[in-house]
């Protein structure tokens, strides 16, 4: 299947840790791949593949799997985190994405 | 620093072919292991993958938007392109390009996204 599912929203108070869920059949098989996304803005990497994240993304970023779910999470959320955060992934022919998740830090 | 720039016409007719360019800077297109992506998103929506291509040309496409698109590529230029046939109003949304890492997904460099808005 190439459906990827996200929690529409999720909120953390600042500094607290907030994990994000994406889960999909193709998870069992490929890596998710996580965005950020503020307003007016384009999406951003922040991590990909089996944990890695792209040059000058903060540690307090990080990416893990189970089964047929991954998960971002900030430990020790801060107020310019909030935006929506989409996972992605593949299957052998295409790429697709989760609706995206609004993450609100309190 | 690789950057990408999209560029195009704002505005498109109902049943006419949107067509919009990337230009790649800072980065040579035919560098090995990457794919280059056209993603789009509706206004207040997600984002939607529409396609990718590989500087040898192998492409894939959305298998709900195969029918309409077509993604080419000249490396002479550093440019690749995305060509959208009969368009309706569905298909007006902010279009991104975007270097992918391997096909995986993985998207690292993105274009600052153009407005296309299909209307007579």
């Known amino acids: 299947s190439s459906e990827l599912t996200q929690d529409p929203a999720v909120s953390a108070a600042l500094g607290q840790t907030v994990r994000i869920t994406c889960r999909g059949d193709?998870?069992?098989?490929?890596?998710a791949n996580w965005f950020q996304q503020k307003p007016g803005q384009a999406p951003l990497l922040v991590v990909y593949?089996?944990?890695i994240r792209p040059s000058g993304i903060p540690d307090r970023f990080s990416g893990s799997s189970s089964g047929n779910t991954a998960s971002l999470t900030i430990t020790g959320a801060q107020a310019e985190d909030e935006a929506d955060y989409y996972c992605?992934?593949?299957?052998?022919?295409?790429?697709?994405f989760g609706g995206g998740t609004k993450l609100t830090v309190l | 620093q690789v950057q990408l720039q999209e560029s195009g016409p704002g505005l498109v007719k109902p049943s006419q072919t949107l067509s919009l360019t990337c230009t790649v800077s800072?980065?040579?297109?035919?560098?090995?292991?990457?794919?280059w992506s056209w993603i789009r998103q509706y206004p207040g929506k997600g984002l939607e993958w529409i396609g990718y291509?590989?500087?040898?040309?192998?492409?894939y496409y959305n298998p709900s938007l195969k029918s309409r698109i077509a993604v080419s590529v000249d490396t002479s230029k550093n440019q690749f392109s995305l060509n959208v046939s009969s368009v309706t109003a569905a298909d007006t949304a902010v279009y991104y390009c975007?270097?992918?890492?391997?096909?995986?997904?993985?998207?690292?460099?993105w274009g600052r996204g153009t407005t296309v808005t299909v209307s007579s």
């Open positions: 593949g089996k944990n």
């Open positions: 291509i590989h500087h040898s040309g192998s492409t």
């Open positions: 992605n992934s593949r299957d052998r022919y295409q790429v697709f």
């Open positions: 975007a270097r992918d890492q391997g096909g995986s997904g993985a998207m690292d460099v």
């Open positions: 800072g980065g040579a297109m035919s560098s090995s292991g990457y794919f």
């Open positions: 193709s998870l069992r098989s490929y890596y």
